[in-house]
């Protein structure tokens, strides 16, 4: 825990920065710059409503290529998180949809993020897109020839949207990914979807890493979702409407982070 404590406080906040289809995209419109405004304008909401801390993703380029984007999407993901980051004074790490390490630890190297989420560091699971392979041995290598092994690793643990290869005692499956990643994500089965609060506890059980609730969080649910868990990601329930696609609001930030910084207070 202590590392993440270097960046973050007590029972964190992240706000997702969910990025529109880039170039290279089955849904890129064609303007690129509708999708740097889009995420520059929820960055700056996220910031003013208090939040945390951020992670920078790309979001709309669904159906995802497993471990690959697009030369161009990479380079205008290098472009917005660097504009952010001259803009916005908050820690903030990336996700390569979907499982694109590579892409996440040369972006964290280039804008210097905090940090980078890995969907499969050590399980092998697969989507719609086909098998994902656990990442851990060639991350790791690459982080160390960076000479950026102040990059934490934020690892999900059965991420949403996939399905496991083989299915492995939790215990194991804990133990190792514990071995390699600074923090553990658990979620729902899908975006927004709530995350059993049982299977953070058993996590919790089972790891001394700090573990992160990554999906379902909204303001009914946040102060007993924290009462377990280290920290929160939030993307649905920070938009407008609730809705996953529509633009950040800045009153539902502002209201759920009331509520955090309350409960963070009560416990000082």
Known sequence: MSKLLKIFPKKFVIGMVHLKPLPGSPQFDGSLRKIEEAAIMDAERLSEGGIDGLIIENFGDTPFLN???????????????????????????????????????????????????????????????????????????????????????FADFEVKHTYPLFKLPIEFTIKEISKYADA??????????????????????????????????????????????DGVIIGTALKKDGVTHNEVDLDRVKEIMSLVKTFRGDLN
């Open 184 to 229: 553990i994500v658990v979620t729902g089965a899908e975006t927004g979807s709530e995350t059993p609060l049982e299977i953070v506890k058993r996590v919790k059980e089972l790891s001394d890493k700090p573990v992160i609730v990554g999906s379902g969080v909204n303001k009914s649910n946040i102060l007993r979702t924290l009462e377990i868990a």
């Open 67 to 153: 471990g690959e984007i697009s030369l161009e999407g990479l380079l205008m993901m290098t472009r917005i998180i660097t504009t952010i980051r001259n803009r916005i004074n908050l820690p903030f790490g990336v996700n390569v949809e979907f499982n694109d390490w590579k892409s996440e630890i040369s972006l964290a190297y280039i804008t210097e993020a905090k940090f980078i989420r890995v969907e499969v560091l050590v399980e092998a699971r697969f989507n719609i897109s086909g098998i994902v392979m656990p990442a851990v041995s060639k991350l790791l290598r690459m982080r160390k020839a960076l000479g950026a092994d102040d990059v934490l690793i």
